[in-house]
């Protein structure tokens, strides 16, 4: 797994130029974009989630789009549109920005539900349907998608459906003093996403996308990850616990951290590790503890602490 190592730690580093003193939420990134999967960066305007996403295209050298969600916007603003050709005399499909290999989804939540659902089909199947034609989005394809908290005026909360088809949910955070000084110093005569290049390449990515699905996760790590799923489903603040879909991204984030540690074998500090990222999106929690303002994350961080982990050997 040292290839996929050099890989991950490249990417890192050239984004930290950018984003100072957010490595584990990097890395997080870079694990869903390894799983294949899209990643929600969720947390209050001006910490740099849509410098983050622009960042990372540039790293990787993808073909990137970006779209602007706001109320007025429509789901063909998204998907594309087909238009009749007087000379042709058919109609030919004008692709919206959703083709592309990193699509960020900037501020998604100022978008009605409408226009948030155009991007269901897109996330979960890779293809896009028009006027009852399909058309398969590009390879690799990731949705990084942005979201101010919604308690802030003029947003929408994101219907379940949706949230569940991110992988991981991201929290960046404030910067520390001293982060934030070295940010005013170094965008003092410049911004430095304006001189970022390419680090890696598509191929390479590809590559390690299929290497990283080698990585062995035994039997024993497979039953812990189905045991705190299950525990979200019967917790008594929990409405709706977390969905198989939530398994599989413990599954498979798991052999990524692993990969990302120079490991071909998972083991329970790797799914620990995942679990706020990958399951508190996809808790709906009961009304008394809504009232009682009890939050998704502790519950997920006492079912970790709750559930047992296997010990002993873990490769298979």
Request: with cysteine; aromatic share 6%.
């Amino acid at each position: 797994m040292q290839s996929v190592q050099s890989f991950a730690q490249r990417l890192v580093e050239n984004v930290e130029r950018v984003i100072i003193g957010k490595t584990e939420p990097i890395r997080q990134i870079v694990i869903g974009l390894l799983c294949q999967g899209h990643v929600l960066i969720e947390d209050v305007p001006g910490t740099g989630k849509t410098m983050l996403a622009k960042s990372l295209a540039r790293s990787i050298g993808c073909s990137f789009n970006r779209i602007q969600f706001t109320p007025d916007m429509l789901p063909s603003d998204v998907t594309g549109v087909s238009i009749f050709n007087q000379k042709t005399r058919e109609f030919e499909f004008r692709p919206g920005p959703i083709m592309a290999q990193i699509v960020l989804t900037d501020e998604i939540n100022r978008a009605t539900p409408k226009t948030q659902a155009a991007l269901l089909e897109a996330m979960e199947e890779r293809q896009l349907t028009v006027d009852g034609v399909t058309y398969p989005t590009p390879d690799p394809f990731l949705v990084l998608a942005t979201q101010n908290p919604i308690e802030y005026e003029g947003t929408f909360p994101l219907p379940e459906a949706q949230l569940d088809r991110f992988m991981l949910r991201v929290h960046l955070g404030y910067p520390s003093p001293q982060d934030e000084i070295r940010m005013m110093e170094r965008q003092q005569l410049g911004h430095p996403v304006d001189t970022l290049e390419r680090v890696v390449g598509v191929e390479e990515l590809l590559a390690a996308q299929k290497q990283v699905r080698t990585v062995t996760v035994s039997a024993e790590i497979k039953r812990y990850i189905v045991d705190l799923v299950t525990e979200t489903r019967r917790h008594g603040e929990v409405y709706l616990g977390a969905s198989p879909r939530g398994s599989l991204t413990l599954f498979r984030t798991a052999q990524a951290r692993a990969a990302l540690s120079g490991r071909d074998y998972a083991v329970p500090d790797d799914v620990k590790a995942m679990a706020e990222a990958a399951l508190v999106h996809r808790l709906i929690l009961g009304p008394a503890a809504r009232i009682r303002e009890v939050e998704a994350r502790q519950i997920v961080h006492e079912i970790v602490m709750a559930v047992p982990a296997p010990g002993g050997e873990f490769v298979a």
